[in-house]
Every structure is written in structure tokens, then in C-alpha cells.
């Protein structure tokens, strides 16, 4: 099992950058492919990207594609999200989620979820 504590989120003007970061406990984050998705009000939650437990492969909405990197440092427990070029429609609530196994952009496939960092962009 592995608990999921995210950071790093705020308040940005439109055009800015914000780095989110996701702390895993436990000793086997590397046997878990990591997510981020957001979910802003009224709205399902959706898949912003995801990256493979030794970082070979990673996915990303088209929606940020070319604006936010996946990352995760396997010493150190954590996977960040680094958002630029952010614009309002990214104003949101962000988890981060861990699955065994490979890769996924179905939320429905995810084990553990974190409770969330707001971020708010505001134009």
C-alpha cells in the first residue's frame, strides 16, 4: 500500500509556472506507474499525464502536451508535475495516483489517489 501526499500548488497569472510534487511513503514507489489528473468544478476528473515506474515511457493529455513534464525521482519517493505556459482553463484540483503494473490515462485503473493541491490561474 502507499499513501500519496501532493504539493506545490497556488495562485499563478496566466503565461506562469507552478511545480506540483506528489511524496510517496512506503519502499516500493518504483513498482508503481504514477499519474496526475485534475478535476475543476462540475467537471469529471481527467488524465493530464503519466509517467512508467523507471521513467521510459510517459503520456500526456493533448491538452498540455508540450506545457507540462512528468517526472519522478525513484530515491526520493516523489513524482512532480511541472506546469508552463499555464493558462486559466488549467485552473483545477490536481491528484496524483499510483498503479501497479504499467501506464494508464483511465483514472478507473489507478490504486491510490492523494487528496489534491489547487491550483487557480487566473487571467
Known amino acids: 500500500q502507499v499513501q500519496l501526499a501532493e504539493s506545490g500548488g497556488g495562485l499563478v497569472q496566466a503565461g506562469g509556472s507552478l511545480r506540483l510534487s506528489c511524496a510517496a511513503s512506503?519502499?516500493?514507489?518504483?513498482?508503481?506507474?504514477m499519474g496526475w489528473f485534475r478535476q475543476a468544478p462540475g467537471k469529471e476528473r481527467e488524465f493530464v499525464a503519466t509517467?512508467?515506474?523507471?521513467?521510459?515511457?510517459?503520456y500526456y493529455a493533448d491538452s498540455v502536451k508540450g506545457r507540462f513534464t512528468i517526472s519522478r525521482d525513484n530515491g526520493k519517493n516523489t513524482v512532480y508535475l511541472q506546469m508552463n505556459s499555464l493558462k486559466p482553463e488549467d485552473t483545477s484540483v490536481y491528484y496524483c495516483?499510483?498503479?501497479?503494473?504499467?501506464?494508464?490515462?483511465?483514472?478507473?485503473?489507478?490504486?491510490?489517489w492523494g487528496q489534491g493541491t489547487q491550483v487557480t490561474v487566473s487571467s
Open positions: 509517467i512508467s515506474r523507471y521513467s521510459v515511457t510517459t
Open positions: 495516483a499510483a498503479r501497479s503494473g504499467t501506464t494508464s490515462r483511465h483514472r478507473d485503473e489507478y490504486d491510490y
Open positions: 512506503g519502499r516500493t514507489f518504483s513498482t508503481y506507474a
